[in-house]
């Protein structure tokens, strides 16, 4: 019986996703860019406490570092040549964010805490 052979994804396709992760991108940033401006806008009024601006920039921060790190993560799979590089790259993307995201969460954690203790005083 012959070895079977890795499946191997060709090269147009990986093209094309490249090709499409690129686009994917390119619409994000702008958004991310009008949607920066609205909090920048929300942020200068009066309305809304310092420790508020703190938590709701953060937020903002991980938000788009998580999105940032799901384009790098789809563009690493556009140039997987076989489904044995795909699946570790993706073994090694759900690692990383794994502990992103447990990092944030404890972070945010304490920086409620501190919002917290600051509005009892």
Known sequence: ????????????????????????????????????????????SPLIPETAREVQDRAFRYAQDNIDASFNFAADLAKARDINEYLQIQT??????????????????RLMTEVAQKSQR
């Open 92 to 109: 090694r993307y759900a690692q990383a964010q794994m502990k992103t995201y447990a990092d944030q969460a404890q972070d945010l954690s």
């Open 1 to 44: 019986m012959a070895d079977k052979l890795p499946f191997e994804i060709p090269d147009s396709v990986r093209e094309l996703a490249e090709k499409n992760i690129e686009q994917a991108r390119n619409a994000y940033s702008q958004f991310m860019g009008m949607a920066r401006q609205a909090q920048d806008m929300m942020a200068k």
